[in-house]
């Protein structure tokens, strides 16, 4: 069982250079998440889908994309790297149990863009 | 609307030292809340978490109360350790919403 796994864990871009971010879950959860981790601001909602074929803006949508491809994954996509997105990016992935919801994470994918 | 507010670190304590970090929210009905903790170099994992008023979440030596009439969840420690210096970051998710809300996160530093 391996949780929340990332793709890849470090990438540098350059300016206008797209990428695809992936995520997965094996844990059978519905609901997946994206968000960036910036120095004093802590974690900030990118994106989320909280069911299969459905998603939803966060706080901080602007000059991304995602795609909930099936159940299991969840990718963010940059279509055009700006320096301002550089930052850590986590995947997180959550179910109702019991009326209670847990977010688990994954280890975090390093971006930076020159 | 939904916010957590936790207490500006960084904070520094000697081994063994009492450790408490200051966490209130501010959110309609009754949210379930949280306690992460973030390694260096690593994501989020969570330590603890209680879902009604008066529930106490515990792990690890860590313990928070939530605490509907002051809308706190401070998470507190009798004897840190090195091996507790990290990130903590406290979070609510309402009982109506989808998202999660995350303070900005206190960072530990435990020294010997």
């Known amino acids: 069982n391996a949780g929340v796994t990332q793709t890849p864990k470090f990438q540098v871009l350059k300016t206008g250079q797209s990428m695809t971010l992936q995520c997965a879950q094996d844990m059978n959860h519905n609901s997946m998440y994206w968000y960036r981790q910036d120095p004093g601001m802590g974690l900030r909602l990118i994106y989320y889908s909280a069911s299969e074929g459905t998603t939803d803006k966060g706080e901080v949508p602007n000059g991304y994309n995602v795609s909930r491809l099936n159940k299991r994954e969840f990718s963010l996509r940059l279509e055009s790297a700006a320096p301002s997105q550089t930052s850590v990016y986590f995947c997180a992935s959550s179910e109702w149990v019991l009326r209670e919801e847990t977010q688990y994470f994954g280890p975090g994918t390093r971006l930076l863009v020159l | 609307g939904n916010s957590v507010t936790q207490m500006e670190g960084p904070v520094t304590l000697s081994e063994e030292a009492f450790l408490t970090i200051n966490c209130t929210y501010t959110?309609?009905?009754?949210?379930?809340l949280f306690w992460y903790v973030q390694y260096p170099g690593e994501g989020l994992q969570l330590l603890l978490k209680?879902?009604?008023?008066?529930d106490k979440g515990s792990n690890k030596g860590f313990e928070a109360t939530y605490r509907k009439e002051t809308t706190s969840f401070h998470l507190e420690k009798g004897s840190v350790q090195v091996s507790d210096s990290a990130v903590y970051f406290c979070?609510?998710?309402?009982?109506?919403?989808?998202?999660?809300?995350f303070g900005t996160g206190t960072s530990l530093t435990v020294i010997p």
């Open positions: 209680a879902t009604k008023a008066d």
């Open positions: 959110a309609t009905g009754y949210p379930s």
């Open positions: 979070a609510l998710h309402p009982a109506d919403g989808n998202q999660f809300y």
